[in-house]
């Protein structure tokens, strides 16, 4: 079905041949002879167009136009007239009637005209229900998704959430596995006690033991007071270990205990703590890999594989990348009291093609910075973007790439080794590049940012 019109004109013979007009371009059109009666058929969530002409008995369809604006001011109105009044067509366009026609008119011309604001039409109507989605995520609806994977991970979390089997999350960096984790927590019976989470890639080796089983004083070097760990702190709720691979291969062992027998000793004691605990691991590997898993112990990966949750990458479920964009910008836009950026076509197009390395966590970043205005190369949006810059080709060059490096950094908060990892370059290039494009990898962490 095409896009619906509504066709208002009270000239029998022109209303049917305006009519087959526009059903010949696939327009979807319903007629009527009088403004009145139009307006008892229209309605704000009214997803097309209306074309009327201007002298009418009874109310005339500048009358008309001011009712339709008071219901939906941007509903477009293309109004005809027969006159050649060039002061009402003025009057009417700053008044925010969408085209004025003077009639005789080309039959192209009109179907050129509704195709343009039917388009504009779609745009309002999409933007709307992304703004509705995104307020319906903010009173409930968490991880947020519309496609069939994210529902599908939704029922599975629900499934789950209230047993206490412990359950292994993978995923590329910034697909969320942290917001899933807390969901098997909220959505618990353990919701009322501690949710307690670890990054391992994050602590040097000699740090995490003390973290995760705590110490008692002269356990060690600078161990002064009693200390209690990660895991003694979540008994009763939930232990979530991030980035799991990265664990040291002595701490795994100890893990794997405590994994079998909830139980954990601390170090400088002989002391055996039960602990009641829910233990949720992410790695951003495949540890189902023998060669993804390297030095990750085979034993402690089947004993964390009792369930599996694979969260699939931003690339792989693209129809959500709106809707997450509008959600990450209205957020933001109350973050920085600046008015939120609708989805124009180029975004979208951005949108639609980019692969997103950086998944959910990009995408965030990319709708602050829209929102501030900082709109990146291909988004149409930012006109000091380089591809729109004179010089020289080098010159051209040399700024996308500088942009490429931002991007990635931004995508991966700043983590050198993620950065080149995507980027496919050596180390030392990278921090060439850095260099010659007097570029502070500092201004992309996260933790830098705020400390600053």
């Not at 219901?71 to 005809?80: F, K, R």
């Not at 369930?307 to 479920?317: D, Q, S």
């Not at 910075?369 to 591809?387: D, I, M, Y």
């Not at 810059?389 to 500088?402: T, Y």
Request: with cysteine; proline share 5%; net charge negative.
């Amino acid at each position: 079905m095409g896009v619906p019109v509504f066709l208002i004109d009270d000239d029998q013979d022109l209303l049917r041949a305006t009519t087959q007009t526009l059903a010949l371009a696939d327009f979807d059109v319903t007629t009527f002879t009088s403004a009145t009666a139009a307006l008892t058929e229209l309605s704000e969530d009214f997803g097309g167009v209306v074309v009327s002409d201007i002298r009418m008995p009874g109310l005339d369809g500048l009358q008309m136009f001011q009712r339709i604006k008071q219901m939906d001011g941007e509903l477009p109105v293309i109004l005809m007239t027969g006159h050649g009044d060039i002061p009402m067509a003025v009057k009417a366009i700053k008044d925010g009637v969408y085209d004025f026609i003077t009639k005789p008119f080309p039959t192209d011309l009109l179907v050129q005209c509704v195709h343009r604001a039917a388009e504009k039409r779609r745009l309002v109507i999409d933007n709307r229900q992304l703004r509705q989605a995104s307020r319906d995520a903010e009173q409930g609806l968490p991880l947020l998704g519309q496609t069939a994977v994210m529902e599908r991970l939704r029922h599975t979390l629900r499934q789950i959430a209230d047993t206490d089997v412990d359950v292994l999350i993978t995923g590329e960096t910034g697909t969320g596995k942290e917001v899933v984790a807390s969901l098997l927590h909220d959505w618990s019976r353990r919701s009322k006690r501690n949710f307690v989470a670890l990054n391992c890639g994050a602590l040097p080796e000699q740090v995490i033991e003390s973290e995760l089983f705590g110490h008692e004083p002269g356990a060690f070097t600078g161990a002064q007071k009693k200390r209690i760990g990660r895991i003694e702190h979540a008994s009763g709720g939930t232990l979530f270990l991030d980035e799991i691979e990265s664990m040291p291969l002595s701490t795994q062992v100890q893990m794997l205990r405590v994994l079998e027998m909830r139980e954990v000793t601390p170090l400088g004691t002989n002391e055996v703590r039960p602990v009641d605990l829910r233990v949720v691991a992410a790695s951003k590997v495949d540890l189902g890999s023998t060669e993804q898993r390297r030095t990750f112990r085979e034993d402690l990966y089947y004993r964390l594989n009792v369930v599996t949750l694979a969260i699939p990458p931003l690339r792989e479920r693209r129809d959500d990348v709106p809707l997450l964009f509008n959600y990450f910008a209205e957020r933001a836009a109350r973050r920085f009291s600046r008015e939120a950026p609708e989805i124009t076509p180029a975004i979208a197009k951005y949108m639609r093609e980019h692969d997103w390395p950086g998944n959910v966590r990009e995408l965030s970043h990319f709708a602050e910075r829209s929102v501030l205005g900082l709109a990146p190369v291909g988004s149409g949006g930012n006109q000091t973007t380089a591809t729109s810059e004179a010089g020289s080709l080098p010159d051209r060059l040399g700024r996308i790439e500088a942009e490429i490096i931002r991007e990635t950094l931004s995508s991966f908060d700043g983590d050198v080794q993620q950065t080149i990892t995507a980027l496919g370059i050596p180390r030392k290039t990278f921090y060439d590049k850095l260099q010659r494009h007097g570029i502070v990898r500092s201004e992309f962490s996260a933790k830098e940012r705020d400390i600053k």
